[in-house]
């Protein structure tokens, strides 16, 4: 298998999440999740991502699509087309597997997999983050981590339009 079909492997449908979540469950590993739209990969992303695979053993991104994208930042985005994100998230080795969703939160995709930590940035109050109430009544974990300072897509969107 080349590297880049070994980096495609990473990005799942619904079956093939359903088949890894039950091997991971039975092996007992500890299933960490996150989403975001992931525009412009940047250290700021990196930070944050190492940080939440730190938490656990398996990693998981929940990938907004180039339409929930728009929706959620303006039709002036996704910079880069969802294939290019999930190519570049699931080619960091941290990262375990990646999982495109259409809506506008992850709740659903949530639901399926049943994360036992739920992880966002500090701008958030645990008891806000989508997907909470599913987390917590399994017992799992929510928990935020603090951004990395001065690196965010906006603010490259920002000095870019300012050049």
């Not at 994100?85 to 941290?94: E, G, H, K, P, W």
């Amino acid at each position: 298998m080349t590297k880049p079909e070994a980096i495609q492997r990473k990005i799942l449908k619904q079956p093939e999440l359903d088949r890894l979540l039950a091997y991971w469950r039975f092996t007992d590993q500890k299933i960490v999740f996150t989403n975001g739209c992931f525009d412009i990969i940047h250290l700021g992303h990196i930070d944050y991502l190492a940080k939440a695979a730190g938490l656990g053993s398996k990693l998981i991104i929940g990938l907004n699509t180039d339409a929930s994208t728009r929706r959620l930042k303006g039709s002036h985005r996704p910079i880069n087309d969802e294939h290019a994100r999930a190519m570049i998230l699931a080619s960091l080795s941290f990262v375990d597997a990646v999982v495109l969703f259409d809506e506008d939160t992850p709740y659903e995709l949530i639901k399926t997999v049943q994360p036992d930590i739920l992880v966002k940035g500090a701008d958030y109050k645990a008891g806000d983050i989508v997907g909470y109430d599913i987390v917590t009544a399994k017992g799992g974990k929510v928990e935020t981590l603090e951004y990395l300072p001065g690196y965010s897509t906006s603010l490259i969107e920002k000095r870019i339009k300012e050049q």
